[in-house]
Structures are given as structure tokens and as C-alpha cells.
């Protein structure tokens, strides 16, 4: 079974600095690409940054420079260090993992973790 930890939100003030993990628990599987989202109150989720296995990043256009999305695939864990917060980046974030099992493409998704940016 896999599961998806996340750590790393909380409140902060504006141009402040936050970091999220997410690890991956389980057997059996291999991953792909990893990445965050985030969702605010009345809004779609979107993708705020991905991962792949050999470590090519894709960021949203409003979050590039500020934020990194790195991985440990030996502790099987993404990590997103948020700086130059702001408050339009208030919002649930998160994680999700795409893994091969079995030959099967499967994607998990973590519980999230709130992120709330305001002076």
C-alpha cells in the first residue's frame, strides 16, 4: 500500500519562507514524477511544480524564481521551499505522486497541508 506524508505548512507573513515534504511509504513500486498542487477556497486545484525521476522541473508561471521543487529518491520524498511568499499563495497544497506497479501508471495523492500567507 502507499501512502503520501506531508509536513511543512503554517502560516507566515508576506516574503516570508515556508518548506513542504512529502514522503512516499511502501513496496512494490517505483516513481515517476513527483509534484505539488494547491487549491484555494473556491478555486480548481493547480499544479504549482513537478519532478521527474531524472530530475527535470516544471513550475508555474506565478511561482517560478520563488519557489524549488527538489526530491531524495533514496528517502523516496519531494520537497517544495517556498520563498518570497505571498498572499495569493494561500492554500491547500498538495502532493501527488505518480508511480509504475505492476506495469500500472498510478497516481496517489497526499492529505494536504494548509499554507496560509498574510501580514
Known amino acids: 500500500q502507499v501512502q503520501l506524508v506531508e509536513s511543512g505548512g503554517g502560516s507566515v507573513q508576506p516574503g516570508g519562507s515556508l518548506r513542504l515534504s512529502c514522503a512516499v511509504s511502501?513496496?512494490?513500486?517505483?516513481?515517476?514524477?513527483m509534484g505539488w498542487y494547491r487549491q484555494a477556497p473556491g478555486k480548481q486545484r493547480d499544479l504549482v511544480a513537478a519532478i521527474t525521476s531524472g530530475g527535470t522541473t516544471n513550475y508555474a508561471h506565478s511561482v517560478k524564481v520563488r519557489f524549488t521543487i527538489s526530491r531524495d529518491n533514496a528517502k523516496n520524498t519531494v520537497y517544495l521551499q517556498m520563498n518570497s511568499l505571498k498572499p495569493e499563495d494561500t492554500a491547500v497544497y498538495y502532493c501527488?505522486?505518480?508511480?509504475?506497479?505492476?506495469?500500472?501508471?498510478?497516481?496517489?495523492w497526499g492529505q494536504g497541508t494548509q499554507v496560509t500567507v498574510s501580514s
Open positions: 511502501g513496496s512494490g513500486f517505483s516513481i515517476t514524477s
Open positions: 501527488n505522486v505518480a508511480i509504475t506497479r505492476f506495469n500500472n501508471l498510478l497516481t496517489y
